[in-house]
């Protein structure tokens, strides 16, 4: 076999035009068609998913300009055309064996790969046989998407050129290859034409194989050829596509005459070792670049586009002349991993198997912001490949993805990190296989008109298989929930797990099952007016607590958050922002858990605290109908901050999957009516206990002077709520003990607790007041006093009498 | 009389004795009839193929001249899916005008246009300006409702309507200078005694609302 010093390329590139639709015609919605480049995109994410040991990975597909599609695939060593030595029969048999079983496994894949052409078939030193680009015809939607023949003439089975066949035109094509390397390349200096007209002539052949021998002088040669070897020849270039032999009988057959084990290639060590797609993804962010470097070799030519210009326009949008390149090329170009391979020079073997229970080492990226660090070669070198650990060990690794997912999650593996911290185990490839997907229904018209306007700037889930796929989750979604309807923005909300899951739709699903409990349960109910009004009631005590002069201002013009952010928490914000912006914050959502919402709206809000601070309803309403940008990777900072600062009581929603609390120390349940009336949260005995014990905590008891004295909260402030005067809003007015107090409390992010008797009104009151008063961290004892003297009695002492 | 597209320009610069009224206005209609879009071409002059769907409501603002007063719509752009009517009130509540679309390329939109319109005449303030906007028009060639339907049904009902399109921009300002023109600008000057409902509600939940805007300043 031939030996050649083994080449440095891992991967190619080769480029092609989509179809260009003639003018600018509109489907039937009167939405502009969706380009043929998007389909081809999104018809190729299945493809990128494909891996067997005889077909070249594919890496990536590109759109670039001008409809130019650019596939990125693994390489081997060369490809068949390239080698011009001889092979021996049984070197045949082994490359017909894996080729084999390459073609097998794609038509098991209902994948044709039509293009079979010596070009595309790639053999290295060690033996191994690959396919490269075998799904050109299925990308291309059977050639549908682009205006170029596909497959070389010599090729292709009298049935093709027929424009007819099916996969079996894929064992004619093999048979030829098989036949070339037996005897000699076929059909050679013959123009496209001339060839095509010689295969149809075998038609009438008995023999097609011998009668191509005797056409180039070699039935000799063919008749030395071993007979088994001839015989599955002749099973491949049978003229009616029915008698030809398949596949899996093919390798068998091939397997009885060559049972040595198939080729085994050591596997590699250090960085080549690693996952192709990972090195790929290092190699751009090192600054690799697959359009540069197909435009030094010459693939993509750049030329004035005043050639281009047409020199007619027909009103149906046919344009007649000007020079267009050409549309496929079938050179490619091959790309080395250098570049990655001195970026990553120093480091040392050992860290290329990380050790899950090690303390990792620290870098110095993580305090660079998140966007910074997803587009740094060695720090996302070091995350992917301990993930990769991780994940490996799930579900047994969950605790350590989690940890791991608190500091950041690489992006090339979000999905399947996601899956993991929502808990998603299981066949769930087999739970989603039995759900109804296609029966209408009545809410089939709301779904299809709701998802061509879904992050449709997103090619992904632009195309009609995206749309396809978004319709087929919403509706086994709603037909595994039945208690829940279809909302608008339930759209949204499956969008982000469709895009990082696009060629795995069970675990999409599988994924929005197990977040709608989670974050949003009861939102969707067919009447969640209650649901929504608790949340949002809860965003605004959180606004309060966290920042109360911009609550007390936007209290004051009236803006309540049912006018803006309804869309904000039923899609968690994914009707809201762009999915490269959703995707961080909901990174930190799926670690922090399901009280982080409230304060990502608290977030929002403080961005723009300076701006509503000054603005009236009107222009407070018009920034929320044209949100200004957000500094996401701030919002997320801040409201973990003020998520993990928060007592959790003070978060406590009624509609929630979690179990319901029972303990008096833990309650802190009031009823709605009660809840939409008070501006400030409550806060539990439990909570509040921990708090008193940890010193974090500023308690101002508004029972009479009489009372207090009798017995009080020890290091508690007295203000009788009877003296206070609601309209003086000042701290001053408080007294300077409660004024020093309250400072103190600011100074060092203490919360303030107000505690009154359980059932009156005063509690509430002042807290309102204390919030007018810009103090922030406020909520109310809940129970009050009593509850925590007849709980937590050891709480309380005399307070030193005054003199 | 004409729009001007740009806010700075529209308010004329030192003429104080041009009067500025502002208008509580709500879109209605099924959802991708086009209401957003309309509202879009209308403020900013734009048009997206893919406009995002609305969740809940948008508010937006536009100006328009009239020959001796300034127009100021105060916009509200509801959600179309029927699961959100019960926000509706909340909206039209308190509105001086409400724009009811349906899209001509289907006949269930105009069945639910007309619902609206029950509904407007029924909860909404009795003085309330009501038009039709048959939305979609660049689409004739798929049309389900006939003009004459529609029109012959909006003249039954009192109501100002016009075919339009967003995309093309066929008859958006027209049907907003419309409604500016049919709306009772000089009863408007009581507006900032009462601040009820029928007048110069500036504000959503006008119920409590303690200094509610007169309509003309």
Not at chain 1, 567 to 576: A, D, E, R
Not at chain 1, 698 to 715: F, M, Q, T
Not at chain 2, 124 to 142: E, F, R
Not at chain 2, 152 to 161: P, V
Request: charged share 20%; net charge neutral.
């Amino acid at each position: 076999m031939y030996i050649e010093n083994e080449e440095d390329y891992k991967f190619a590139a080769c480029t092609y035009f989509a179809r260009n639709h003639p003018g600018e015609t509109c489907g039937s919605n009167g939405l502009p068609l969706t380009p043929s480049s998007v389909t081809i995109l999104s018809r190729a994410q299945r493809l990128l998913n494909i891996e067997h040991p005889n077909l070249c990975t594919y890496l990536d597909v590109i759109r670039g300009k001008h409809e130019r599609i650019i596939v990125v695939a693994e390489v081997i060593g060369k490809s068949l055309k390239e080698i011009t030595s001889k092979f021996t029969y049984q070197e045949i048999t082994n490359i017909g064996r894996q080729l084999a079983n390459g073609l097998n496994f794609l038509h098991d894949q209902n994948i044709t790969h039509r293009t079979l052409a010596d070009d595309n078939i790639l053999l290295d030193n060690n033996g191994r046989v690959k396919l490269f680009n075998f799904g050109m015809y299925y990308m291309t939607g059977s050639g549908e998407e682009v205006s170029f023949p596909l497959g070389l003439p010599k090729y292709l089975s009298p049935e093709t050129i027929l424009k007819g066949g099916g996969p079996a035109a894929d064992v004619w094509s093999f048979g030829i290859i098989l036949l070339e390397l037996c005897i000699g390349k076929l059909w050679h200096n013959l123009k496209p034409g001339p060839i095509l007209r010689r295969i149809l002539t075998l038609v009438h052949a008995n023999n097609p194989a011998e009668r191509i021998a005797r056409e180039h002088d070699c039935l000799d040669t063919y008749k030395e050829v071993p007979e088994n070897l001839r015989n599955i020849i002749e099973m491949c270039l049978k003229i009616y596509p029915s008698e030809r032999a398949t596949f899996a009988t093919l390798v068998d057959k091939l397997s009885q005459i060559d049972d040595k084990e198939l080729v085994t290639v050591k596997a590699e060590r250090g960085l080549m070792g690693c996952k192709l797609q990972y090195l790929y993804h290092w190699w751009q962010l090192a600054g690799g670049d697959i359009q540069a470097e197909l435009k030094k070799n010459c693939l993509i030519k750049n030329t004035p586009p005043i050639l281009s210009m047409p020199i007619a326009i027909l009103l149906d949008g046919c344009t007649i002349g000007g020079k267009t390149g050409a549309l496929y090329d079938r050179r490619i170009a091959k790309y080395s991993l250098d570049l990655l391979k001195i970026r990553l020079n120093h480091i040392p073997p050992h860290d290329y198997y990380p050790l899950m229970h090690e303390r990792k080492k620290e870098y110095d990226a993580v305090l660079l912001p998140k966007i910074i660090r997803e587009r740094d070669t060695e720090y996302q070198f070091y995350r992917l490949l301990l993930f990769q650990r991780l994940l490996h060990g799930y579900p047994f690794t969950a605790p350590y993805i989690r940890a791991e997912a608190e500091i950041d999650i690489p992006p090339l593996v979000r999905g399947d990190v996601w899956a993991a911290l929502l808990g998603v185990v299981g066949d769930i490839q087999d739970q989603y296989e039995r759900i109804d997907k296609e029966t209408p229904t009545p809410t089939d018209r709301q779904i299809d008109v709701d998802i061509p306007r879904c992050h449709q700037y997103c090619w992904l889930l632009s195309g009609a298989d995206g749309h396809r796929a978004l319709k087929r989750l919403l509706k086994a979604w709603l037909l595994t929930n039945p208690q829940y309807v279809y909302w608008q923005g339930l759209d949204s909300l499956t969008a982000p797990f469709l895009y990082l899951n696009f060629c795995n739709e069970a675990r999409a699903f599988a994924c929005l099952s197990a977040f709608v409990p989670k974050f949003l349960h009861k939102f969707f109910l067919k009447d969640n007016s209650f649901v929504i009004k608790e949340y949002l009631a809860k965003f605004w005590q959180m606004t309060a607590f966290h920042e109360p002069e911009l609550a007390t201002h936007l209290h004051e013009i009236n803006f309540v958050p049912e006018l803006f952010a309804i869309p904000w928490f039923l899609t968690m914000f994914s009707h809201v922002f762009p999915l490269h912006k959703i995707v961080h914050l909901w990174d930190a959502l799926l670690v922090e858990g399901p009280a982080l919402p409230l304060f990502m709206g608290v977030g929002i809000l403080r961005q723009l605290r300076d701006t509503l601070l000054e603005s009236g309803f009107n222009e407070c309403i018009l920034l929320f109908s044209d949100l200004p940008e957000i500094d996401i990777g701030e919002c997320v900072k801040e409201s973990i901050a003020m998520c993990r600062s928060s007592p959790r009581s003070i978060s406590y929603r009624r509609f929630t999957n979690e179990a319901e609390l029972k303990d008096p120390m833990d309650v802190v349940e009031i009823p709605m009516e009660t809840l939409f009336t008070e501006i400030c949260p409550r806060i539990n005995l439990s909570d509040f206990f921990s708090l008193i014990c940890q010193n974090k905590c500023c308690v101002i008891d508004i029972r009479s002077n009489l009372l207090y004295e009798k017995s009080c909260i020890e290091g508690s402030i007295n203000v009788p709520f009877s003296g206070v005067q609601l309209g003086h809003v000042s701290q001053r007015a408080l007294g300077l003990p409660a004024q020093q107090a309250l400072q103190n409390a600011a100074r060092q992010a203490h919360t303030v607790v107000v505690a009154g008797h359980a059932n009156d009104d005063s509690a509430r009151l002042f807290s309102e007041y204390l919030v007018k008063c810009a103090v922030a961290r406020v909520c109310i004892l809940h129970g009050g006093i009593p509850a925590l003297q007849a709980n937590v009695p050891s709480l309380f002492v005399t307070p030193p009498k005054k003199n | 009389m004409a729009t001007n597209r740009s806010g700075a320009a529209q308010r004329p610069n030192g003429a104080p004795q041009t009067k500025v009224c502002q208008f509580k206005l709500v879109l209605l209609g099924e959802s991708a009839v086009g209401k957003s879009s309309l509202v879009l071409r209308f403020v900013k002059g734009q048009f997206h193929e893919y406009q995002e769907s609305t969740i809940g409501a948008a508010f937006l603002t536009q100006t328009v001249c009239l020959d001796d007063i300034t127009v100021k719509f105060e916009i509200w752009d509801t959600a179309g899916q029927e699961r959100y009517h019960s926000l509706a009130p909340m909206y039209y509540r308190g509105a001086q005008a409400a724009i009811v679309v349906y899209d001509i390329t289907n006949q269930d939109t105009f069945g639910r246009a007309k619902n609206w319109v029950k509904e407007l005449q029924r909860q909404a303030s009795p003085s309330i300006v009501i038009a039709l906007a048959g939305n979609k028009s660049d689409l004739a060639a798929k049309r389900m409702v006939e003009f004459e339907e529609a029109q012959a049904y909006a003249d039954e009902n009192g109501l100002l309507f016009m075919e339009t399109s967003a995309k093309t921009a066929m008859n958006v300002n027209d049907i907003f200078l419309a409604i500016a023109n049919k709306l009772p600008k000089s009863e408007s000057g009581g507006g900032g005694g009462g601040g009820g409902a029928g007048a110069g509600a500036r504000r959503l939940n006008d119920g409590d609302a303690p200094r509610a805007s007169s309509c003309c300043k």
